[in-house]
């Protein structure tokens, strides 16, 4: 018997998720965040990862890092292996204080963190990454202005999503497709970057 095409925890994660990102735009943008989220979904549905706890925990992948969500109220709404995915991608964007922590700090503590993460949360990491390098490719070439957007310089962008791809893979040969594919997005943005001058 296959699996039903249904999925109460997919639809769960996407009204969750659709609340607690309400009002929330892409960078520079009027889409709403969401679709972002269902993009990541879309890009791991098509690599072969449909596992209904990993489309749920792409769903929600920002909403601890993101929202006021906190563990806590993620982990009395869904089971714990989507609560694990999702707390080993989310970035800790501020100190014990609640001051903002530097971008460089944050970052490397990420891919420390994603680099250690199941390979679950990491197909994860690498849909997320394929589709904001696809999006920027996209913007790029509808002549949008792109680098204004990031709280980093052009340099640091590109070699964070690098190294967040290298993580992401980790050798895992399952994951390997995806990595490829983020490689070849991060090529294309460097190169309408040279053609940019």
């Not at 990420?110 to 990491?125: G, S």
């Not at 340099?155 to 999503?161: G, M």
Request: glycine share 6%; aromatic share 6%; with cysteine.
């Amino acid at each position: 018997m296959s699996r039903p095409l249904f999925s109460p925890l997919v639809e769960r994660a996407v009204r969750f998720a659709a609340f607690k990102h309400d009002g929330h735009r892409r960078k520079a943008s009027e889409l709403p965040y969401v679709s972002h989220l269902a993009a990541v979904a879309l890009v791991l549905a098509k690599a072969g990862l449909d596992d209904d706890a990993i489309l749920a925990a792409a769903l929600l992948h920002d909403v601890v890092e993101d929202t006021p969500c906190t563990p806590e109220e993620l982990a009395a709404e869904f089971p714990a292996n989507v609560v694990a995915w999702v707390l080993a991608l989310t970035e800790r964007k501020r100190d014990a204080a609640g001051e903002p922590r530097p971008w460089r700090d944050r970052k490397d503590e990420h891919l420390a963190h994603v680099a250690e993460a199941p390979w679950q949360a990491r197909a994860i990491v690498l849909a997320d990454k394929l589709h904001n390098l696809g999006s920027m490719v996209y913007d790029l070439d509808a002549g949008e202005e792109l680098w204004g957007r990031f709280n980093a310089v052009r340099e640091d962008i590109l070699w964070y999503n690098r190294a967040m791809i290298a993580a992401g893979a980790g050798g895992d040969a399952r994951l390997e497709p995806l990595a490829d594919a983020c490689r070849e997005m991060l090529e294309r943005v460097e190169g309408r970057l040279k053609v940019e001058g």
